[in-house]
Each structure stands twice: as C-alpha cells, then as structure tokens.
C-alpha cells in the first residue's frame, strides 16, 4: 500500500506538481557537483527554450487532509545560476514542513532538488533528503545525457531514455509544454527517473475553467494524471490538477479523492514569474 501511494503522488509532482514537504540543509551539494563535473560538458544538448520561470520564483502552498492543515510547501528556484564546465544550471529546491497536528503525529522533514541545465532543460543532478515519520534516507543520481545512463551510487549505473528527468525537473521542463491549442482528452507524456526505475508519466487534459484561490481568481487548465485505480483511487476522475492558463504554467490547486480521505493542495504565494499571470479583472 505504501509504495504504490508513494509512486501515485510521484507521478502527480512530475508532472504538475504535486508538493513534497522539505526543510532540511542539505550540506554536500557543492561536494557532489565538485565530484560529477566532468559529466556536464561542453558536448552539445539539443536545445529546449524555457519561458515558463525564471531564477528567483517563489511558490507557495497550504496542503490539508481532509479539515486538516497538514503542511506547507514551497518550490524555489534559486536567483543565482551555477555554471559548471561553462554549462549554466538551475538550482531548484522544494521545501516545507508538515504542521499543526500532523507534525505531532506524522512529522515530515523531506527535501527535493534538482540542477537542471538552463539551455536543454535535463538535470545533471538530483538530491533526495527523506525523513517521514520514523523512515528517513538519502538519494544521489547523478545524470550523463551523452551516454543515457543515471549513476546512483554504489557502482550502480541505470540505462534510460534520452530526455529523462527527475522528479522535480520534470515539472519545470512540462511547464514548457505548448498547451495553446489543449483539447479535452489530449493526453501529454514524458519519462521521470526515481527509485531507480523508469516512470512514464502521462496526464490528460480535461478543459479550461475559472478557480478562485487566495492570490485571486485564474483562468485555469484542469488535468487529470492518469493513475492506477483500486487500491488508492477509487477511479480516474479522483485526482485533479488547475494549471494556470497563461505562460507560467504554475499549478494554482491539485485535489486528489482516496480511500482513506482527501487531499487538497492550494497555492498560497506566487512571486517573481516569468509571465503575466492569467488573473481574472
């Protein structure tokens, strides 16, 4: 049960973004870019335009189970870009902590980020820091997209597609999509690298509505990742994704119906986008 919920939230932050909670420091990022510099090269990457974000977004959000406040996320992309072997990168980091009574009873202190080259959009590294509850360990992947492998330590090496991602890039590379011409039932898919597997990821594109959140009313794009169903989604229609309908992209709600309860995700900040955000006058 408890992996296959782990891999259905997975999917949803992939690829509209869903928020892991994440406080902690991580101390041996320097180390690990310093270790894996010969990896990001100057080898040519084809190029992938980014005009979703820019350094120095900041998002905010307020998760609740069910009438519980149960945490707050926050998806920062750091103001300054690190170049390694002249190649420039993104420093991306999801952070929060779970609060109020579900701190008590079910603390999480989780950390997720990547370093995603700023002019192909594909990570070099991805840096996992999980304590949940009484389970807490570390991931290190380290990507080399001219050999398609992901090392993850330990001497272990795993073949992967080209244009692979991580779990957090690849909500940044999806929030390129070009969703301009969406119809209902269109269907976007892309491969995300985690636990030392291959996920494909695929949402379906539902239609355009107005949502009303704490930062205003938006112009949205509703999406429903697709998901297996039984053991925590009842069926397809209980996990839904509002996606603001302009250039940013940011993802404004995501609400998920399980067995055991619900789960709502809302944006509380948003500073700092690339774009004009589609606020309803």
Not at 238 to 264: E, F, Y
Request: charged share 25%.
């Amino acid at each position: 049960m408890k992996t296959v919920k782990n891999k259905i939230v997975i999917s949803t932050i992939a690829l509209a973004g869903v928020i892991f909670w994440s406080a902690q420091f991580n101390p041996t990022r320097e180390q690990i870019i310093a270790e894996n510099a010969d990896v990001i090269s100057l080898s040519a990457l084809p190029l992938k335009e980014n005009k979703a974000f820019k350094e120095g977004e900041c998002l905010t959000y307020r998760l609740h189970y069910g009438a519980l406040n149960a945490g707050v996320a926050v998806l920062e992309v750091k103001p300054d870009i690190i170049e390694v072997n002249n190649r420039k990168v993104y420093h991306i980091v999801s952070s929060g902590v779970s609060v109020g009574a579900a701190d008590v009873f079910f603390k999480v202190r989780d950390r997720y980020e990547t370093y995603l080259d700023k002019d192909a959009l594909l990570p070099w590294l991805f840096v996992r820091r999980v304590k949940e509850g009484g389970c807490s360990f570390s991931q290190d992947y380290v990507f080399n997209h001219y050999t398609n492998q992901v090392d993850v330590g330990k001497n272990q090496k795993f073949a992967v597609p080209e244009g692979i991602q991580d779990m957090v890039s690849a909500f940044y590379s999806a929030r390129n999509l070009d969703l301009s011409h969406a119809k209902p039932g269109d269907i976007y898919s892309l491969n995300c690298f985690l636990d030392k597997e291959v996920w494909p990821l695929k949402i379906k594109f539902v239609g355009r509505e107005e949502i009303e959140t704490d930062i205003g009313k938006f112009r949205a794009l509703r999406f429903r990742p697709i998901v297996q169903r039984g053991r925590i989604f009842k069926k397809e229609e209980d996990l839904n994704v509002w996606i603001s309908d302009d250039d940013n992209h940011i993802v404004l709600r995501a609400q998920a119906h399980v067995i055991v309860g619900s789960i709502k995700m809302d944006i509380t900040m948003a500073k700092n986008l690339a774009n004009q955000a589609a606020k309803v006058l």
